[in-house]
């Protein structure tokens, strides 16, 4: 059986995946989230482990629910 991925990176992975669905860059969804671009960086490359208040910043800028933003990790 196949190790699934760090909870960060498979997050990460996530953010970036609904951020560019969103035609969102980078620096302009930090700045829509109200947080730094290398943090937002951070995030998608699974380094960063992050606050819950952070996560539903996130969330709330792609316009999804918590639940949606977590679906298949």
Do not use: H, P, W
């Not at 951020?19 to 998608?44: H, K, M, N, V, W």
């Amino acid at each position: 059986m196949a190790k699934k991925a760090d909870i960060l990176v498979r997050f990460g992975k996530r953010v970036r995946e609904l951020r560019t669905e969103q035609g969102y860059s980078q620096e302009a969804f930090a700045d829509a989230c109200e947080l730094d671009r290398t943090y937002i960086g951070g995030i998608e490359r699974g380094e960063r482990n992050l606050a819950l208040r952070n996560i539903d910043r996130i969330a709330n800028t792609l316009g999804i629910t918590l639940s949606d933003l977590m679906e298949g990790l």
